[in-house]
Each structure stands twice: as structure tokens, then as C-alpha cells.
T-cell receptor, first 115, second 112 residues
Framework: NAGVTQTPKFQVLKTGQSMTLQCAQDMNHEYMSWYRQDPGMGLRLIHYSVGAGITDQGEVPNGYNVSRSTTEDFPLRLLSAAPSQTSVYFC??????????????FGNGTRLTVT | GQQVMQIPQYQHVQEGEDFTTYCNSSTTLSNIQWYKQRPGGHPVFLIQLVKSGEVKKQKRLTFQFGEAKKNSSLHITATQTTDVGTYFCAGYGSSNTGKLIFGQGTTLQVKP
């Protein structure tokens, strides 16, 4: 079991560029989510999914898109990168449909810098 | 919307001293989870509290859930250098929204 795999580990973008952060899990988890971590702000929820074909917005969804076409994959798309999106991004998954019932398993993170 | 506040933001202690971090929610929680993130690492699940007034222990760590299910605390007895890291609480509201909201975290530094 690889757990939750995020790629790439590091990325530098210019303002206005688009890119996709990849997240895959091999634990057959129903719930998947994206968080961003900024100093002093903790972990803020961007988008989440309670199953294939279902996504919903978190606390800070603007500027990001997601899709969940399979149980395993949950990519995060930055449509037009801005310096305010410089952050560390974590993908996390949970066995049950709602993280109330089982803990989150985090990937190793992607450190994104937008210049 | 639901907010989870955590204090203090930073704590420096001498090895052997105790440490406590507090978590407060603006709304009643159905459960609360605690995570630890080592420097340069990712958050790792520690424990979940579900019942009002619940107290759970893991070796030197004691976790409490308030009677009103709106606050929680993590207490570490006799800190060690291995306790260094950031501790996060995360609350799940009473509605089935799928949103697990994290506090800002408390970063613990331990001087040997």
C-alpha cells in the first residue's frame, strides 16, 4: 500500500499559468479532500469529495477546480495561478464517506510557489 | 460558518515541563480529532473524541472533550524532544456536510 500519493513534490509557476496537482490513494477510501497550509492559518479546506462523481466546496474554493471520476484519484486544478496561491497543499483521504467516522490519511504535500 | 480556534499559536518549553493546547469551536461538534505534524512532514492522526466530557490518554498525552462539545484540550506531561511539532485539532459539525475544519495549530518547541 502506497497510501496517499501526491505529485509533484515541488512546483514553481508564473502568475497566470495553470496546472494540476495530482492525488491518488490505493486504500479504497470514499472520502478525499484538499487542504492548503499557510503559516499561522492552519489547514484550510479547499474542496472535498464523498465519493466518485461527487464534489463540494470547502472553506477556500476560489481559484481551484476538482473532479472525482474514479475512487482513487482526486486532482486539484489551478486555473490561473496567483501569488496568493503560494502554499503547501495536502491531499487527504478517509475510509468512510464522512471524516466524522474515520481519521484522515494525508499525503506528503506539494509545495507550490507562484511568482 | 463553523470556526475552530486554537491557542496558543506557539509554545516553547524546557524538556520535562508540561504543555497544553486548547481548541474552541463556534458551534457544537459531533466529534473532534487531534493530529500531529512533525517539522517538514504531514499531519498524522492521534486520536478522536466523540462523547461529551470524554477523556482519553495515550502515554504522556491526555485529551479532553468539553461537556458542551464545543472545546477540547491536549495536555502533554513531562515533554520530550520527540514531542516537537505542530498539534492540530479538527472539528466535525453536527450536520453531514463532509467538512472537517482544522484549528490554526499550536507549534511546540522543546529545549533539551
Amino acid at each position: 500500500n502506497a497510501g496517499v500519493t501526491q505529485t509533484p513534490k515541488f512546483q514553481v509557476l508564473k502568475t497566470g499559468q495553470s496546472m494540476t496537482l495530482q492525488c491518488a490513494q490505493d486504500m479504497n477510501h470514499e472520502y478525499m479532500s484538499w487542504y492548503r497550509q499557510d503559516p499561522g492559518m492552519g489547514l484550510r479546506l479547499i474542496h472535498y469529495s464523498v465519493g466518485a462523481g461527487i464534489t463540494d466546496q470547502g472553506e477556500v474554493p476560489n481559484g481551484y477546480n476538482v473532479s472525482r471520476s474514479t475512487t482513487e484519484d482526486f486532482p486539484l486544478r489551478l486555473l490561473s495561478a496567483a501569488p496568493s496561491q503560494t502554499s503547501v497543499y495536502f491531499c487527504a483521504s478517509s475510509y468512510s464517506r464522512f471524516p466524522r467516522d474515520s481519521p484522515l490519511h494525508f499525503g506528503n504535500g506539494t509545495r507550490l510557489t507562484v511568482t | 460558518g463553523q470556526q475552530v480556534m486554537q491557542i496558543p499559536q506557539y509554545q516553547h518549553v524546557q524538556e520535562g515541563e508540561d504543555f497544553t493546547t486548547y481548541c474552541n469551536s463556534s458551534t457544537t461538534l459531533s466529534n473532534i480529532q487531534w493530529y500531529k505534524q512533525r517539522p517538514g512532514g504531514h499531519p498524522v492522526f492521534l486520536i478522536q473524541l466523540v462523547k461529551s466530557g470524554e477523556v482519553k490518554k495515550q502515554k504522556r498525552l491526555t485529551f479532553q472533550f468539553g461537556e458542551a462539545k464545543k472545546n477540547s484540550s491536549l495536555h502533554i506531561t513531562a515533554t520530550q524532544t520527540t514531542d516537537v511539532g505542530t498539534y492540530f485539532c479538527a472539528g466535525y459539525g453536527s450536520s453531514n456536510t463532509g467538512k472537517l475544519i482544522f484549528g490554526q495549530g499550536t507549534t511546540l518547541q522543546v529545549k533539551p
